[in-house]
T-cell receptor, first 111, second 113 residues
Framework: DTAVSQTPKYLVTQMGNDKSIKCEQN?????MYWYKQDSKKFLKIMFS???????INETVPNRFSPKSPDKAHLNLHINSLELGDSAVYFCASSPPGGSLHFGNGTRLTVT | GEDVEQSLFLSVREGDSSVINCTYT??????LYWYKQEPGAGLQLLTY?????DMKQDQRLTVLLNKKDKHLSLRIADTQTGDSAIYFCAESIQSGATNKLIFGTGTLLAVQP
């Protein structure tokens, strides 16, 4: 199936830990994104990469570090997790100037 | 600025039409989108409209765009219980070589049988 896939689907961890979320797309898109959806369902862009190059960084704390080993993958590493990081994180990809295709999300719960 | 507003909740009866409204602020947006999010799922692209169009129809969905007022609406004809979900409008803003989608606050559509 052609898709954007993220792992894990659920992630429960304690404050202060470091965790990673992986994302892969097999749609052949050049651009990938990370969005955060909070408990009120507000969706906000965090990062965008185009052909492995960081294009958008929307005032996200330094504890969040995206890494794109190739244009089909965009992983998100989070250091020193805080309670306020609890949210659903969505990966997405798009062709040039096209619509975004989203993964199913990773629900992160920090206790 | 970048701000997209929607009403938070809409309740309709099965078989009725639903109209979800959205206002946006960036007049340079080239495309405007409607996404659907079912509980526990990701966002599914429903439809989109190019900024030089007034209307687009796609089966039960009709999108109306009033560029002067920066107002976008999504009409769902013959609404079904399976249409119950959160609907997000989004404006597309070019940022270098990439698109950035700014999402609205989402409208929860509840369809009563």
């Amino acid at each position: 199936d052609t898709a954007v896939s993220q792992t894990p689907k659920y992630l429960v961890t304690q404050m202060g830990n470091d965790k990673s979320i992986k994302c892969e797309q097999n749609l052949g898109h050049d651009t990938m994104y990370w969005y955060k959806q909070d408990s009120k369902k507000f969706l906000k862009i965090m990062f965008s990469y185009n052909n492995k190059e960081l294009i958008i960084n929307e005032t996200v704390p330094n504890r969040f570090s995206p890494k794109s080993p190739d244009k089909a993958h965009l992983n998100l590493h989070i250091n020193s997790l805080e309670l306020g990081d609890s949210a659903v994180y969505f990966c997405a990809s798009s062709p040039p100037g096209g619509s975004l295709h989203f993964g199913n999300g990773t629900r992160l719960t920090v206790t | 600025g970048e701000d997209v507003e929607q009403s938070l909740f809409l309740s309709v009866r099965e078989g009725d039409s639903s109209v979800i409204n959205c206002t946006y602020t960036d007049s340079s947006s080239t495309y405007l989108y409607w996404y659907k999010q079912e509980p526990g799922a990701g966002l599914q692209l429903l439809t989109y409209i190019f900024s030089n169009m007034d209307m687009k129809q796609d089966q039960r969905l009709t999108v109306l765009l009033n560029k002067k007022d920066k107002h976008l609406s999504l009409r769902i004809a013959d609404t079904q219980t399976g249409d119950s979900a959160i609907y997000f409008c989004a404006e597309s803003i070019q940022s270098g070589a990439t698109n950035k989608l700014i999402f609205g606050t989402g409208t929860l559509l509840a369809v009563q049988p």
